[in-house]
């Protein structure tokens, strides 16, 4: 069964994060060097606690020993993308040693509620799965949305028992990456230092 698209999103990043460990290894011997990616390691950073979805961490192996953030990677889906921006913003002011940040914004066409009696439009779907004996499997779950959909093409829209239940428009990505001793700037338009793109698929 396919991730849900926010961890599919994270596991896209740390794959990135592991070939970054594998250039590490060739070039700098493993006594020399740590190195570790972490998905939702809680980071101080001045007043608040910052969570990332995606952490790369780098030490050094000398005394005393000092730990290096080197790549942030967050995911924004239910979370507006300018209070994800805040929030990365305070993390690389409070660690600038940072010297990438990934941000994907994942945006919905209509946003999403639960099927619900109390809810006109899902009343058809909330009935339908009342009424069956058995809790779904997950293969069970998709499977009437599945049957009719072209393969290897990702879906845009799943509606089971007349119920919207993920409805994509767009997966947005955005790099940033640090120059010289200065903290990465989220606010660049400098083609050098930060890129941006959408999806390959068309949602």
């Known amino acids: 069964m396919p991730l849900p698209i926010h961890e599919a999103m994270i596991e896209i990043i740390n ?39 995606c952490l790369h961490v780098v030490t050094p192996m000398t005394i005393p020993y000092r730990k290096y953030i080197t790549v942030l990677g967050e995911v924004a889906f239910s979370q507006p993308e300018a209070d994800v921006r805040e929030q990365l913003r305070i993390a690389i002011n409070a660690r600038p040693e940072v010297v990438m940040v990934i941000m994907v914004t994942i945006g919905e066409s209509c946003a999403y509620s639960t099927p619900s009696a109390s ?33 290897n093409v990702p879906p845009s829209e799943i509606v089971v028992a007349d119920h919207t239940w993920f409805s994509l428009s767009s997966v947005r990505f955005q790099v940033w990456i640090k120059h ?22 068309n949602f």
Request: some cysteine.
């Open 15 to 53: 794959n990135g994060i592991k070939h970054v460990d594998a250039i590490l290894q060739d070039c700098i011997p493993k006594r020399a060097l740590k190195y570790a990616s972490h998905t939702n390691l809680t980071v101080p950073a001045k007043s608040i606690k910052f969570i990332p979805d």
């Open 119 to 151: 809810y006109k439009n899902s009343e058809s779907g909330w009935k339908t799965l009342l009424l069956e004996p058995n809790m779904r499997s997950p293969a069970s779950f998709l499977y009437e949305y599945t049957d009719s959909q072209l393969p």
């Open 180 to 201: 010289g001793d200065n903290p990465i700037d989220l606010d660049t338009t400098d083609s050098t230092l930060t890129a941006c793109g959408v999806s390959i698929f």
